[in-house]
């Protein structure tokens, strides 16, 4: 059985940081990636790693995140710096299996404000 779990989300004040990670068990995981919905709009790609260590970014986020992760223990981290109230989203991590069967967590808040 498939379980993406995230973990780490929060209330920061703007120019904070906060560390999100996301455990997957259950398979073999290809590239692994960090998504975000705000109220009222579209779900959007954040970073996502390939196995390999390969990275893609959001513009929005360049300079100011870093996507991580260990595949001997499937995890996959954002370190988020320098967060702004437009950060404020809902991020759900996304691990598709070798097979190409896309598994999502359950989302966790992220909350920038003063």
């Known amino acids: 059985q498939v379980q993406v779990v995230e973990s780490g989300g929060g209330l920061v004040q703007p120019g904070g940081s906060l560390r999100l990670s996301c455990a997957a068990s259950g398979s073999r995981f290809s590239t692994m990636g960090w998504y975000r919905q705000a109220p009222g709009k579209q779900r959007e790609l954040v970073a996502a790693?390939?196995?390999?260590?390969?990275?893609n970014y959001a513009d929005s986020v360049k300079g100011r995140f870093t996507i991580s992760r260990d595949n001997v223990k499937n995890t996959v981290y954002l370190q988020m710096n320098s967060l702004k109230p437009e950060d404020t989203a809902v991020y759900y991590c996304?691990?598709?299996?070798?097979?190409?069967?896309?598994?999502w967590g359950q989302g966790t808040q992220v909350t920038v404000s003063s």
């Open positions: 996304n691990a598709p299996s070798v097979a190409g069967t896309h598994y």
């Open positions: 790693i390939t196995r390999g260590g390969s990275t």
